[in-house]
């Protein structure tokens, strides 16, 4: 016989240890689900309510139960739910690739199905201590106090340690295997108290669980790079997931095809990024003249490479919340090719977050190559560049009176609420009190055509907060037609910049693709273009604009 102290500890760690994998395994589904599909409040919404209700159902199920056994249906349990928790985002991850259309049977299986296990625990568990004579009464406020402050810890595990520093197909199998250890030693004490009615089933279930989850994570990342391999055309040559972002970089090296992808988006084709940085960065350039330029976003180095051609300038400030993208840039051999060696520039600072209202304009003096008469080198006085890896809205909000002549924000599309904030009117007016009086800036703005109404709303907000602006398009072969947004909040008419832009024949600096008359043509827009149905001025606290973008974009061929 079971001695009740000890018996009802060790029921109450198993709940904290189901408690804390369950809700990270909730977590781990609805991340897997927002990695694919996007929308990260909708997906969490819908798959934590899903396994919810299945919960519910299988407390329900589990009245319908015998008696007999249930330490046994127990053990069971615990081996069913760490293998279905293990393998559940490699078999979403597989139907994904393998058939799109129908993805969703796989991905709602597990979820419903995990669910529906995880309902079984407390109740199960309430019984086998109601059926060892334990009272009840003092066990009831410990089953549940332990399952609420293991889901409490693994919550803070997940954001604090697991996300930060493995792929989520690892996640579970971690997850899993601690589950699974619990319920390994919650096996050997019964065994040792003679609770087990079946003892050879409960030990050959226990060790064939183990050496399942032991081969998937010894295979896992093997089969991850298999089945990752299958969204992409060329092949793989760097994936990484970061605090922030999955990063994927493929190559075609029969076409000379570089391509970034984040969280599954093209982020650009090396086709063709010229013809996207020429328009985002050189009219913006053209027309402000300026000594301080601020890029928001442009991790990549792209837009910095294109604005480091300019003599003129001083001062460059860039802020892109992800370490490793800059990282990335810096040390991928693709990347530092394409953005020619930008963040390898000896003027270059990577400065940490703090400290931010420090910022001044500062010049450099760099050896040019070229001699004086008297035989000693000539001094080039270059532009200081600072780089901070701090969110954008904060750093806005944290430098003071500083001010740029040129800003140019070359965020993702608003395809998740924490991309959403940095197109809104909050956001835009930081944007306005750190930009000079004559000082214009530049807007990447996703597509006119496949986007429409989120391009006119990101225009609509930009007026909103007293900003003049001119839409701009051009076609780039790998994301089709994308459109841009200069802005300006001097009294200057768009009728007078545009005269400005038609007056240029030349830029000043060497550009690859854009000229003179590309960039007048780019102004072009059809009859009912610019007229937007929804008028959508986009909020921190009413996203509209991210709305329009999610279900009503890209449905146009």
Known sequence: MTRPRYFSALLAFCMFSTGASGLVNQYVLATLTTYILGNSIEQFSIVIASMMLMMGVSAIVQTKMSDKYLIDKFITLEATMAIFCAFAPLAIYWAY???????????YFFVLTIGFLIGFEIPLVMRIIEQNKVSLKTNLSLVYAMDYIGAFVGAILWVKFLLKNYPITEISFIVAGFNLLIA????????????IKHVWFSLILMISATILLSVGYWKNQALSHLLEQKFYDDPIVYSHTTKYQHLVITENKQLNDVRLYINGNTQFSSLDEERYHDLLVHPVMSLAEP?????????????????????????????????????????????????????????????????????????????????????????????????YNID??????????????????????????????????????????????????AVQSTSPY????????????????????????????????????????????RQDIKNRIRKIQAFSVTTTFITPEVLVASLAFGKSELESKSKCINRLMSPCLMNQYLDYSWQVD
């Open 184 to 195: 390994f030693i919650t096996v050997i004490y019964l065994l040792r108290s003679k609770l």
């Open 97 to 107: 690739a393998s058939f799109t259309d129908h993805f969703l049977l796989i991905h």
């Open 392 to 441: 954008a809205d904060n750093f806005l909000k944290s430098t003071g009176e500083q001010k740029w002549d040129a800003i140019i924000i070359d965020f993702p599309d608003p395809s998740s609420i924490e991309i959403n904030k940095l197109y809104t009117k909050e956001f835009y007016y930081q944007v306005k009190k750190r930009l000079s009086e004559y000082g214009f800036i």
């Open 291 to 387: 000594k301080s330029v601020l890029i928001l976003g442009g991790g990549d180095g792209l837009a910095l490479r294109e604005v480091l051609k300019y003599k003129e300038v001083s001062s460059i400030t860039l802020v892109d919340l992800d370490p490793q993208m800059v990282n990335l840039a810096t040390n991928n051999k693709q990347l530092s090719q394409l953005n020619k060696y930008a963040f390898s520039d000896a003027r270059i600072k990577i400065l940490p977050a703090d400290g931010v209202s420090d910022i001044g304009v500062r010049s450099l003096e760099l050896n040019s190559g070229e001699f004086d008469k008297d035989g000693s080198e000539i001094l080039e006085r270059v532009a200081s560049i600072n780089v």
């Open 450 to 493: 496949h986007a429409k109404e989120a391009f006119l709303s990101i225009g609509l907000t930009l007026k909103s907060v007293g900003f003049n602006h001119i839409p701009y398009r051009q076609y780039i072969p790998s994301f089709g037609d994308w459109g841009f947004h200069l802005a300006w909040k001097n009294l200057k008419s």
